[in-house]
């Protein structure tokens, strides 16, 4: 079996078709099968930083969202916010580049 397949089907008709199909396929199995198995295998570098005492350890309770994140401001409060934030930032600016402009060499 080749791994290195050409970039679509041959040409020469439907039977070669089928087998470059039958393949590819097995190639994409064999992949899958390769990548699943990677993904179930033990890392002790991670395992072994749990001490025995969080390994016994219950899950914590699961908080609702509401509860657990920060209310966010209105949409309009915010963009009042930035707007006056970027105001400032653009005044700071503005000063700086007179400043420098006025400054003796």
């Known amino acids: 079996m080749q791994l290195c397949q050409p970039a679509g089907p041959p040409t020469t008709g439907p039977a070669e078709h089928g087998v470059w199909a039958m393949q590819l396929w097995t190639q994409i199995a064999i992949f899958l099968a390769v990548t699943a198995a990677a993904a179930c295998t033990r890392v002790p570098e991670l395992e072994d930083r ?30 009042q916010d930035l707007q006056e934030e970027l105001d400032a930032r653009s005044n ?3 000063r700086r580049a007179e400043a420098v402009k006025n400054a003796e060499l």
């Open 50 to 79: 749990l001490t025995p005492d969080l390994r016994g350890a219950e899950y914590p309770d699961l908080l609702p969202l509401d509860d657990a994140l920060e209310p966010l401001d209105p949409p309009q409060q915010a963009s």
């Open 92 to 94: 700071r600016l503005k």
